[in-house]
Nanobody, 122 residues
């Protein structure tokens, strides 16, 4: 089984910031790329950002470019998503996922975790 644990969500006002953390269980960042996804009520899960730690390649959805930053700390075996200038439309449950290093597809035997709720509201 390939699993990850997300943390760091919360309630924040528009324009505020949050940092999400993603910790793999049973594997290292050398084994897979990591992606952040989100799902808002009534909508499909969408990709937000991805990172391949081996060479630092990153991807961002257009909706978050310039506001979100993905990073990895191999020593801590953790991936972070720094979210700045948050908007109400960023409200969603955020999940991280293990991805194949080539092609960014979801890794076999990966199981989605509980995610972490991010709510942007005044």
């Amino acid at each position: 089984e390939v699993q990850l644990v997300e943390s760091g969500g919360g309630l924040v006002q528009p324009g505020g910031s949050l940092r999400l953390s993603c910790a793999p269980s049973g594997f290292t960042l050398d084994d897979y790329a990591i992606g952040w996804f989100r799902q808002a009520p009534g909508l499909e899960r969408e990709v937000v950002s991805c990172i391949r730690s081996s060479d630092g390649t990153t991807y961002y959805a257009d909706s978050v470019k310039g506001r979100f930053t993905i990073s990895s700390d191999n020593a801590k075996n953790t991936v972070y998503l720094q979210m700045n200038r948050l908007k109400p439309e960023d409200t969603a449950v955020y999940y991280c996922a293990a991805l194949l290093r080539e092609g960014w597809g979801i890794a076999p035997d990966f199981n989605w975790g509980q995610g972490t709720q991010v709510t942007v509201s005044s």
